[in-house]
């Protein structure tokens, strides 16, 4: 089972119980809201912050997980052809810009770790999908449209689970759920070398 770790409080804000209350304007525009972002371009120096918030900030978090590389990879930066992060602000507040999910792989790419089983590589890629949209919905435009809790995407990844569960090709064990890695992403940013020592290793999710 995955052990997840947070670090680096270094501009985090306590919020009161409900939230929404004007916090300082802090953090890259990677991570950042459309409304938060709007504030800053307005020159504000504080703006309201709450769930909806941290929830488009967590969504860009679930991407780099799943993708296994940075959000904008390519795409911001000082060489020809990229942007810079202020370009990156306003197509996020004007355009909905968001980062790109590469396209689903119809195959098992062979690592002996994974199962070859069809039925389960269609269950991961629909997995996958699903996810997807998920993260899709949790960075919204609208603050309104996005997950009002994080025990509702929570009680979502569950229920996106239970397939596996169920499923007779999956390692199952009846006390700790699936035994089996699933795969829900692919290192796209580091080529097939998944093995990198400094690749991230959370792209697999032992349910259990």
């Known amino acids: 089972v995955l052990t997840p770790y947070l670090c680096d409080f270094g501009i985090a804000t306590p919020l009161g119980r409900s939230g929404g209350e004007p916090v300082p304007i802090k953090g890259s525009p990677h991570h950042m809201a459309p409304e938060v972002l709007r504030a800053q371009r307005a020159g504000a120096e504080s703006c309201p912050y709450g769930i909806a918030q941290e929830m488009y900030s967590f969504a860009v978090l679930a991407y780099e997980v799943v993708e296994m590389k940075s959000p904008y990879v390519g795409i911001v930066g000082g060489l020809p052809g990229t942007i810079t992060r202020d370009e ?11 980062p790109a999910f590469a396209d689903v792989v119809d195959e098992a790419k062979g690592e002996e770790h994974f199962t070859s089983s069809v039925k389960l590589v269609k269950l991961e890629q629909n997995l996958r999908c699903n996810i997807v ?3 899709e919905r949790c960075w919204a435009q609208s603050p309104q449209e996005r997950p009002r809790t994080f025990a509702d995407v929570e009680g979502e990844i569950e229920r996106l689970l239970q397939p596996f569960n169920n499923d007779g090709n999956a390692a199952v064990d009846s006390n700790k759920g699936i035994t089996t890695p699933v795969r829900i ?24």
Do not use: K
């Open 88 to 98: 990156l602000a306003r197509r996020i507040v004007e355009d909905g810009f968001r």
């Open 133 to 135: 949209r998920l993260v």
């Open 185 to 208: 992403g692919y290192a796209t940013d580091i080529g097939t070398r998944s093995r990198m020592e400094d690749a991230v290793v959370d792209y697999c999710m032992d349910h259990g």
